[in-house]
């Protein structure tokens, strides 16, 4: 099982997302009928993902749907069984469901969510930093500037102390990196933004991240043309 979801995963950020949802359809059917508890949070966190994605390129409510009741799905399941289930895998259910009101505008409530998963996990420093840059991002936007920045940058540097050929790593990296380059300009610091951003392409591109990789060249269109309307 764990086989078809990394498959899964891998097609979802290949963006094949068709193939993707099919996965993970398939394995959904046999997680359940196996009361397999730590791969169904695996499994709904990554279909509430694809939806996610898909928003960017058509924001349609029936995507925003999905990506809450799939969260929400994820967050039940650990909620229902915290006894039996490792701390960071409660951590992944929590940080999909926050990941989810996000998109859904409500910073507000979605930060107890990463916080719950930041102090839960038993993940290492790198996905730790993950959760931490989640964290000052929406602390910027909830007013926090100068703090939320530098948690981000504080997470950044976690992030990069995990092995720089692990995929995950490196997407959790572009991250950071596109977060911060959108601060850097939206802080009228084009040059540092400018840098950033052209970091975090090189890397994308270095090691086939495709999604990230296009999100980092509409970063850098926006801020080599002067404009600031960033989402952070």
Same mark, same amino acid.
């Given at each position: 099982m764990e086989k078809r979801l990394s498959e899964a995963n891998d097609l979802r950020e290949a963006e094949k997302y068709g =193939?993707?949802?099919?996965?993970y359809t398939e394995c959904l059917i046999d997680l359940i009928k196996n009361g397999d &508890?730590?791969?169904?949070?695996h499994c709904l966190g990554g279909q509430s993902l694809i939806y996610k994605i898909l928003i960017r390129s058509n924001n349609s409510p029936i995507?925003? &749907?999905?990506?809450?009741?799939?969260?929400?799905?994820?967050? @039940?399941?650990?909620?229902? +069984?915290?006894?039996? %289930? @490792?701390?960071?895998?409660?951590?992944?259910?929590?940080?999909?469901?926050? =990941?989810? %009101?996000l998109m859904d505008d409500k910073p507000q409530a979605? %930060?107890?969510?990463?916080? !719950?998963?930041?102090? *839960?996990?038993?993940?290492? #420093?790198?996905e730790k930093g993950n959760l931490k840059a989640h964290i000052g991002g929406i602390k910027y936007l909830l007013g926090?500037?100068?703090?939320?920045? +530098? *948690?981000?940058?504080?997470?950044?540097? =976690?992030?990069?102390?995990g092995d720089p050929s692990v995929g995950a790593y490196r997407t959790w990296e572009t991250g950071?990196?596109?977060?911060?380059?959108?601060i850097y300009a939206i802080e009228n +610091?084009? +040059?540092?933004?400018? =840098?950033?951003?052209?970091?975090?392409?090189? #890397?994308?591109? @270095?090691?086939?991240?495709?999604?990230? !990789?296009?999100?980092?060249?509409?970063? %850098?269109?926006? *801020?080599?043309?002067?404009? #600031?309307d960033f989402s952070i």
């Open positions: =193939d993707s949802a099919k996965v &508890q730590t791969g169904l949070i995507y925003h &749907q999905l990506t809450l009741s799939f969260a929400k799905g994820a967050l @039940d399941v650990a909620e229902s +069984n915290l006894i039996n %289930l @490792d701390g960071r895998v409660v951590a992944i259910a929590y940080r999909c469901y926050g =990941d989810a %009101l979605a %930060l107890p969510y990463f916080e !719950k998963a930041f102090s *839960i996990t038993t993940a290492g #420093i790198p926090e500037k100068e703090l939320g920045k +530098n *948690i981000i940058e504080e997470a950044l540097a =976690d992030i990069r102390t950071c990196l596109n977060g911060l380059a959108k +610091n084009p +040059n540092k933004a400018t =840098d950033t951003i052209k970091l975090s392409l090189e #890397i994308a591109t @270095d090691h086939n991240l495709p999604i990230r !990789k296009r999100e980092a060249e509409e970063i %850098l269109e926006k *801020i080599s043309s002067g404009k #600031i």
